[in-house]
């Protein structure tokens, strides 16, 4: 029987069980139907937590959670999974697509899409609509779609709190992708770790804020950035097939992490597509490390003007910088053998000791305002950091090598 106080209609209680709807033992049948009756139950109080019981529930129909409604299960023991043939989500937002709801808050349970049994869906697994979504700590696998989050309902306005936060999640093989957010906007992601082998793993279509996130598997690409003033902050992306982040706005900022490809021909961070007709003017890109991306740790694809990008680039051979940066700036540090790129006629190199200085002819069309150095460690492959320019003339550039060691040092400019 239910450990939880009894709970009856119009008794206030902030917590209800799941069990007195759905039973108290696992089993295969389809309980589906009744856990919307519970759901409903709660809803109809207004919003109450609904505690789901500690194993798994098949289900045919997609549990339907309401506004204010919060869903807490047992950590590694409460699941939703789909039934075989089912082609359904696992859960969805009550109106769906027609206003959605208001601050439905998921917590420390499984949702399964047993894809295997179900290979023809086309459904999310958890698909999200309305404002203040708060999922934390979910397991979301074998679906096609992941998680799927989008916002029908027009916006209240202030001081209604509208973002959603998702955070402490873990995904694993999503067939067409991992997440898919359309809204609700400035939403916030913090952990995110995903693992697939197929799709996209996360396609960003509105303005929000992703820390300290991870997808890695052989996905087409890890991160798609579709929307202005995306911001990731210490983010990973590791072993996409074609690029493991690929920006396809304007406005975008990604400080730090790591990019990463193990083998293969392999983009990094690539900005525009000119296939696609989509730009990346005014990318900021700060303190990343760029690690094995031997089909290019940086590419232009299409126009970023007025872009900033200062990258530590490791990478054995190929080009680390491809495609022309107009109207930008990249400042890349390379080791490990691979060509600068894009250089012009006008370019030169020069040895440096450590903690000397060099002046050198560099061989440029005047003073030019937009220069890219490159710095790199050759004894020892090693990235380098610490060179800069202190003074530059007509004619001349003095640089310094603020760093432990002689370093090599490439410069272009386009003039």
């Known amino acids: 029987m239910s450990s939880l106080p009894p709970w009856k209609p119009g ?10 709807w759905v039973g108290t033992s696992e089993t295969s049948a389809d309980r589906g139907p009744q856990l919307n009756r519970a759901l409903a139950a709660v809803a109809g109080e207004g919003g109450a937590t609904l505690v789901l019981p500690p194993f798994p529930l098949t289900v045919s129909e997609p549990a339907l959670p309401d506004d204010l409604t919060t869903v807490i299960g047992t950590p590694g023991a409460s699941q939703i ?17 027609a206003g959605g709801t208001e601050r439905v808050s998921l917590r420390d349970f499984v949702l399964d899409g047993n894809f295997a049994q179900n290979p023809g869906t086309t459904e ?38 509208v973002e959603g936060h998702f955070d ?24 995110i770790e995903s693992w697939t082998n197929s ?49 396809l706005s304007p406005s975008t900022i990604w400080r730090g992490g790591r990019i990463f490809s193990p083998s293969g021909e392999k983009l990094g961070i690539q900005l525009g597509s000119s296939a696609l007709g989509k730009l990346a003017n005014g990318t900021v890109i700060g303190g990343v490390v760029i690690t094995g ?40 540090v390379v080791s490990g053998g691979a060509a600068v790129g894009p250089q012009t006629e006008n370019h030169g190199q020069v040895t440096i000791a450590a903690g000397a200085t060099a002046v050198v002819e560099h061989g440029l069309l005047g003073a030019p305002s937009q220069y890219q150095l490159a710095a790199q460690r050759e004894s020892t492959g ?18 310094r090598n603020n760093s432990s060691a002689e370093v090599n040092v490439n410069w272009w400019a386009k003039v």
């Not at 039934?83 to 697509?97: E, I, L, Q, T």
């Not at 960003?204 to 003033?229: D, F, M, T």
């Open 168 to 191: 402490n999640l873990r995904l694993e093989n999503g067939v067409a992708g991992q997440i898919e957010y359309s809204g609700p906007t400035d939403s916030r992601f913090d952990r």
């Open 124 to 161: 999310p697994l958890l698909a999200l609509d309305g404002i203040a979504p708060n999922v934390s700590g979910l397991v979301l696998r074998n679906g096609y779609l992941l998680l799927s989050s989008e916002q029908s309902r027009a916006e209240p306005g202030y001081p209604v709190s």
């Open 382 to 399: 090693l990235t380098t950091v610490g060179v800069y320019v202190i003074k530059r003339t007509a004619t001349q550039l003095e640089i």
């Open 81 to 97: 999974v789909v039934g075989a043939g089912s082609d359904c989500a696992a859960m969805k937002s009550a109106r769906y697509g």
């Open 293 to 332: 991306c031997t089909g290019g740790s940086l590419k232009y694809d299409n126009s970023a003007s007025n872009s900033l990008v200062k990258a530590w680039i490791e990478q054995a051979s190929g080009t680390a910088v491809v495609g022309e940066h107009v109207g930008g700036q990249v400042y890349p």
């Open 11 to 20: 008794s206030g209680s902030s917590f209800v069980d799941a069990s007195d």
């Open 199 to 247: 799709g996209q793993s996360f396609r960003i279509k509105k303005v929000s804020y992703w820390r300290g996130c991870h997808p890695y598997g052989n996905a087409e690409n890890h991160w798609v950035l579709e929307a202005g003033q995306i911001e990731c902050i210490g983010c990973q992306g590791e072993g996409a097939s074609k690029a493991q982040v690929l920006i």
